[in-house]
């Protein structure tokens, strides 16, 4: 980062709390810190700002242990006088008094909207408190310009340019809990909920968990339901019901409205549904829950990457740039001008008032609009059968490798796509086992009805390949089932027996059929996919037990080392190591040395001496095979004395287990509806194009199998880039042992 020297940065929260936000403080606060800039919190927002009280200036330690705090450790507000001019006035007296012109403000559209105004004040702000004497003109020309830099923090989602604000993940998951616990009540009494969500203008939330959660029907304000809704809506429901169906939940967004822009309350879809489906319905408003707690893995990580470009940014600000927000776009950092993205996104409800409905839905991003596309699909209760045009086959799904969070609900959007379009749509048990001894079942809509919050495959997995006597008989099984294509939902093993079906097809043609590879393990070491399903409920385990970890050992000096899994490649270790503060991570792609241990460990000896409690380590499990995690905590633990204890974790399969989370469910959903679309287009076509799926960089790609081992490396089973490395080098910096 470029070492200019800069004013001093004020950093706070704004507006409606988020979880992620004190990761994101943490970040700004430790990058200015190395880039030798003092940083300034201003407490309570732009309260703390008018009243000039809450202004306080942050150190390294001040923002260790905050992470896997919920909310925001230095207050928010939703403040009156700063809308008023002599609130700014006060806020631009109070910053200048403590040297402060530069402000990464974390908050919503609103807060952010202000910070601009602020700005582009400033000036005439600093000129009044001049000429009356409360600043000097040596204080005034100390500080010309305020710039500002905004993180987008707020559970709404619903800032256009930025693909997920901070907080937003840890709202779905809050809500997809809730709603899980929910339908295990609601099945047993046969009940209808009908459960409302945050979001104000934006329905994010109620689309993402409706998806996530398998509801029966949702309501959003950027597509106000068609009049005659309320029939349709228990129409659904009813035949939900009477094809076996036993729970329905009904999600409404807080912003919800109808075609003539009239609310649409929670208490109207009750009593529409209690008077036509004569059966008991409840509400449940969601409220502040939705916003409290621990952050999840995503919102750690994101808001540490953001606050970091913050700062970079703030530092290579040129004079008359104009203010900017760092959000997330395809997966990646993106500094985009503020006040465009908030004319943006201020303009979806006009675009809703106007019925410019389409306009809407696209203004919130295409993840929104295919969101919306697989829900109206898959919210139908029974199959329809399929349209008139459209050829029918029959296709066959199946899960190999090790077991993944997400598998199910991959697998229960195939089924259920599959059968909407009047396919035959088979369920190959135990993977290619399955496949090579005939075990096939004919899969039915109610069957994969509760597979949306279901952990690992019910169809079973394995990590069997075929070997070349396997082949004959899967060709005649795919003869015998008359299998029109193949997808195959799974890990390294499973593309590689997929390949060489593919390759092995001169020898035996009723391999010339397309095929589908979905990658789905916790590893993410698959070729084409960023994210494979898994590895984001992998990733939260794993940040749920260190944070468990940590907070065991409040009374006693203690380093941890955590073993995680991944095989070679060092995703799970370096994401959540910047996740959870790790100070030291040990990952196969970078190896691990004796000097670099040996650097570790003078510098956590240094450390504990003067005064640390707690050090993490994380080690990947094949990082290096002669410094195992037993060795370095053995070494550690002898080098460490009386200054500090050593403690091991091997993780283990609790990695691989537990319900999926929102992420998951729905790269699944996103997946398997590409996948199963795929298919059907070979049918379509006559084609046998065999294909691997994967979203990177945002967009969703599909690469044929030719290009498998270009794309990999055989020897440790990675894909040759890997888009996370360079994490590795922030999560060292932000958490570097010896500050
Ligand atoms: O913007 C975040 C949000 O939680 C919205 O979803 C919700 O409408 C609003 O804030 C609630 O605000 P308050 O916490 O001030 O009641």
């Keep these: 980062m470029a070492g200019k020297s800069v004013g001093n940065i004020g950093v706070m929260t ?75 006035l006060r806020a631009a007296l109070n910053l200048v008094k403590n040297g402060i012109d530069k402000l990464v403000v974390i908050g919503g559209d609103g807060s952010l909207t202000g910070a601009d105004t602020f700005s582009q004040e400033w000036p005439g ?42 907080g937003a993940d840890t709202a779905l998951h809050r809500i997809t809990d809730a709603i899980d616990a929910l339908s295990s009540t609601a099945a047993s009494h046969q009940r209808t909920f009908v459960v409302e969500v945050m979001g104000r203008n934006c329905g994010y939330l109620a689309l993402a968990s409706a998806i996530a959660t398998g509801a029966s029907w949702t309501l959003i304000p950027e597509m106000p339901p068609e009049d005659g809704w309320e029939d349709r809506m228990c129409g659904l429901i009813r035949s939900a019901t009477a094809a076996g169906r036993r729970d ?9 409205r109808d075609r003539k822009g009239q609310p649409i309350t929670s208490n109207y879809v009750r009593d529409v549904l209690e008077k036509e489906l004569k059966r008991d319905v409840r509400i449940t408003i969601l409220g502040h829950v939705q ?31 104009e203010s900017s927000i760092v959000g997330i776009r395809r997966h990646r950092t993106a500094v985009v001008p503020l006040m465009e993205s908030v004319r943006l996104t201020r303009s979806v409800p006009d675009k809703i008032a106007a019925g410019a409905y389409d306009e809407a839905v696209a203004l919130r991003g295409g993840s929104f609009k295919n969101m919306l596309n697989i829900f109206n699909t898959m919210m139908q209760a029974v199959p329809k059968g399929g349209k008139p045009g459209r050829e029918t086959g029959c296709f066959a799904v199946m899960t190999c490798g090790w077991p993944a969070a997400g598998m199910n609900p991959a697998i229960r959007t195939v089924v259920r796509l599959g059968l909407d379009h009047g396919h035959t749509i088979l369920g190959v048990n135990n993977g290619f086992e399955g496949l090579i001894s005939g075990d096939l079942v004919e899969m039915d809509w109610m069957q994969v009805e509760d597979w949306m919050r279901c952990g690992g495959t019910a169809l079973g997995t394995n990590r069997t390949r075929p070997a070349e006597s396997d082949f004959y008989m899967i060709a005649k099984n795919i003869e015998k ?39 789905a393990t916790i590893n993410n070491n698959l070729p084409g996919a960023e994210l494979s399903i898994g590895a984001d409920t992998a990733l939260n385990n794993i940040v749920d037990v260190i944070d468990k970890i940590k907070h065991s050992s409040d009374s006693s000096r203690r380093a941890f080392i955590v073993e995680v899994m991944g095989r070679y490649c060092g995703y799970l270790a370096v994401i959540s190591a910047l996740s959870t503060g790790a100070e ?70 609790l990695q691989q287990g537990g319900v999926p989370t929102p992420f998951d469910r729905l790269l699944g959903a996103r997946l398997a509806y ?26 969703l790609n599909q690469h044929d199998f030719s290009q498998m081992e ?14 996370w490395l360079k994490a590795a080098e922030l999560a060292r910096s932000l958490a570097t042992i010896e500050k």
């Design 14 to 88: 704004s507006g409606g709390d988020a979880p992620g936000m004190n990761a994101a403080v943490r970040a700004v606060v430790r990058t200015a810190i190395i880039n030798g800039i003092n940083v300034y919190a201003i407490l309570d927002g732009y309260q703390g700002m008018v009243d000039g009280t809450g202004i306080r200036e942050l150190d390294w330690h001040s923002v260790g242990g905050v992470m896997d705090q919920g909310g925001t450790f230095i207050g928010t507000a939703r403040c009156k006088e700063f809308r008023e001019r002599d609130g700014r």
């Design 125 to 166: 702000l600093l000129q009044e408190l001049q000429d009356n004497g409360k600043l000097t003109v040596e204080e005034c020309s100390a500080c010309p310009k305020l710039q500002i830099v905004g993180l987008v923090g707020s559970i709404d989602n619903d800032m256009c340019n930025s693909d997920m604000t901070i």
């Design 248 to 256: 329905s939940i009904v999600i409404i967004a807080e912003g919800a």
């Design 291 to 321: 916003r409290g707690g621990a952050p999840s893995a995503y919102d750690r990580y994101s808001a540490t990457v953001q606050g970091f470009r913050a700062v970079e940014n703030i530092i290579n600000m040129k004079d008359g740039d």
């Design 481 to 519: 089932f008359n299998i029109k294509g193949l997808i195959m939902i799974g890990g390294w093993t499973g593309y590689e027996g997929m390949n060489n079906l593919c390759k092995m097809r001169r020898n035996f043609p009723a391999f010339r059929i397309p095929m589908v590879c979905i990658p």
């Design 584 to 653: 030291i991570v040990y990952f196969h792609e970078e190896g691990v040395t004796l000097d670099r241990l040996q650097k570790d460990l003078d510098q956590l000896v240094k450390s504990f001496s003067n005064g640390r409690k707690i050090a993490l380590i994380i080690r990947n499990e094949n990082a290096n095979p002669v410094y195992t995690t037993d060795f370095i905590c053995s070494l550690f633990e002898e080098a460490g004395g009386h200054l500090f204890d050593m403690r091991k974790s091997v993780l283990g399969p």
């Design 674 to 699: 590409e996948g199963l679309t795929h298919l059907e287009k070979c049918l379509a076509e006559n084609s046998d194009r065999c294909i691997f799926l994967g979203m990177a960089e945002g967009t």
């Design 710 to 723: 270009n794309m990999s490396s055989e020897e440790h089973q990675r894909p040759v880039e890997q888009w």
